[in-house]
T-cell receptor, first 113, second 109 residues
Framework: NAGVTQTPKFRVLKTGQSMTLLCAQD?????MYWYRQDPGMGLRLIHY???????AKGEVPDGYNVSRLKKQNFLLGLESAAPSQTSVYFC????????????FGPGTRLTVL | ELKVEQNPLFLSMQEGKNYTIYCNYS?????LYWYRQDPGKSLESLFV?????AVKQEGRLMASLDTKARLSTLHITAAVHDLSATYFC?????????FGAGTRLTVKP
């Protein structure tokens, strides 16, 4: 099993450009999450999904959109990137609910110039 | 408000020494996780603590949970260089999970 995978691993954008980050999991987990990690701030939840076709906002949702068209995939979109969105993005998944152990992908390092 | 506080945020230790990392949280919870993150890598699960008084040990690391005090500790015994990493606690609240800011541990010879 691959677990949780993310593409791409690195990306550099110019301000105003758009992009989509892809997360895939092969553990049949219901819940999926997108976090951003910034120095000294731990992990902050951007959006999450409780199942196929459903998404919800986390702590820092502004500037991001998500979609979960298939159970195994969770997409994070930036419509108009800003330098403040320079960060490392982690996808995670869990089996039952938001209190369950989360399994993380390898991360995507995004730089917005 | 849901808050999770870890301390210290930075810890430099000599090999062979013992130390404890603390994770305090603001509201009732009976489930807590510890993760390890190596530089440039993802988060790896270390311990799952599911009840008051839970204690888990793996090698030189031991984690415990006191739900009445809203406190978890990660104790390091006889540190070795391989333990250098950032350690996060994550607290499961009613319908939410919050992460601490992380403790960056450096073990020096």
């Amino acid at each position: 099993n691959a677990g949780v995978t993310q593409t791409p691993k690195f990306r550099v954008l110019k301000t105003g450009q758009s992009m989509t980050l892809l997360c895939a999991q092969d553990m049949n987990h219901e819940y999926m999450y997108w976090y951003r990690q910034d120095p000294g701030m731990g992990l902050r939840l951007i959006h999450y999904s409780v199942g196929e076709g459903t998404t919800a906002k986390g702590e820092v949702p502004d500037g991001y959109n998500v979609s979960r068209l298939k159970k195994q995939n969770f997409l994070l979109g930036l419509e108009s990137a800003a330098p403040s969105q320079t960060s490392v993005y982690f996808c995670a998944s869990s089996y039952g609910d938001r209190r369950d152990e989360q399994f993380f992908g390898p991360g995507t390092r995004l730089t917005v110039l | 408000e849901l808050k999770v506080e870890q301390n210290p945020l930075f810890l430099s230790m000599q090999e062979g020494k013992n130390y404890t990392i603390y994770c305090n949280y603001s509201t009732t919870s009976d489930r807590l996780y510890w993760y390890r993150q190596d530089p440039g890598k993802s988060l790896e699960s270390l311990f799952v603590l599911l009840s008051n008084g839970a204690v888990k040990q793996e090698g030189r690391l031991m984690a415990s949970l006191d739900t009445k005090a809203r406190l978890s500790t990660l104790h390091i015994t006889a540190a070795v260089h391989d333990l250098s990493a950032t350690y996060f606690c994550a607290v499961a609240f009613l319908n939410d999970m919050r992460f601490g800011a992380g403790t960056r541990l450096t073990v020096k010879p």
